[in-house]
């Protein structure tokens, strides 16, 4: 009785420490965004939507960061780091679009070409969806069984 006691107590207390470390996360996330939202407030007003963009994206990542911080230790962490990494190479490929945005200001006609910047964002997402299949296939091998032959 003793022992289940101790278990529970040492799950609980686990669970906690997930916890708490998942709140600095994004207590550390919703800094960032305000400090962005502030910088790219003047931004806003060239290119519309830009704010709704994203809050978006820093919402569904700060869902995506908490629920894998509080599954660390089992498969499903693996899962949600990798829907991370492929929601953030998504989230780029649609909201840059071909990577070229064209804007005109009265007779001035203003084109930029981002595809570079999102050729390398995209590749640093697919090294870290990588590193989350590797890290989950090195769970899976711990976690398997020996079989003596």
Sequence with gaps: MAEANSSAKRNLRGFAFKTLKAAIKAIILCAIYFVLSQLLAPASTFVPGLQQMIETFFIIYTVLMIIGNLTSGTIYQHFFNAAKALFVIGYLLF????????????????IVNLRMFLVIAVLLSLL????TVLQAINYMSEKAEIIPI
Excluded at 95 to 109: D, Q, R
Excluded at 128 to 131: K, P
Aim: proline residues 0%; aromatic residues 10%.
């Design 128 to 131: 870290g969806l990588a590193r």
């Design 95 to 110: 909201s840059l679009g071909g990577g070229v945005f064209s804007a005109s200001f009265e007779n001035i006609s203003l």
